[in-house]
């Protein structure tokens, strides 16, 4: 069996990408001090969405291998992470890649682990982590169409904004004297 169109999950891809993109150029349209790098993502992600439109996934013994991503939104998507990486003012996660990519393979990842000693930092993460594992669930992960997928990415992306904060507090508040072992 040839398959000459793109999957279902590599279309959802591509809406993935320009629904992160319209973000990125929402935010830059708002003066934001990033918005050069967000400009710069929004355009990679365009190219993302276009690679994924027009992918035609390879076949291993007649048989369609839909769990593929194309190289070069794979490589698209790297790049955009790179501006990310080094535009940390752009507030998108540093692997706010697999949010695309997750339309094809269904997985979505957690931030790792804080570790912090306060308790209140603590219960602090455990909501963090439950709010992103909640939108993950039941809206962020899988290749199914969504109503409003924006709206998810944008409130995932503010809970890894939050979680960043949080990760620099938790640094700051396990290196107090009081908090290391003696």
Request: proline residues 6%; charged residues 20%; contains cysteine.
């Amino acid at each position: 069996m040839t398959t000459s169109t793109p999957l279902p999950n590599a279309l959802h891809a591509a809406s993935r990408a320009r629904a992160i993109a319209e973000i990125a150029r929402r935010r830059a349209l708002l003066q934001h001090p990033a918005g050069d790098a967000l400009t710069t993502i929004a355009e990679l992600l365009d190219d993302v969405a276009q690679e994924f439109e027009a992918f035609t996934p390879d076949e291993l013994d007649g048989m369609t291998l839909i769990s593929s991503v194309p190289f070069d939104a794979s490589f698209l998507l790297s790049i955009a992470e790179d501006v990310v990486a080094k535009n940390p003012a752009t507030g998108f996660p540093a692997h706010f890649g697999q949010y695309v990519i997750s339309a094809v393979f269904g997985t979505l990842e957690l931030p790792a682990p804080l570790h912090p000693v306060s308790a209140q930092l603590a219960a602090q993460e455990a909501n963090l982590r439950a709010g992103l594992q909640l939108l993950h669930e039941r809206h962020l992960t899988g290749a199914g169409e969504q109503q409003g997928a924006a709206l998810y990415l944008e409130a995932a992306f503010k809970l890894h904004m939050k979680w960043t904060r949080l990760a620099a507090e938790v640094a700051v508040d396990n290196a107090r004297s009081c908090n290391r072992p003696t």
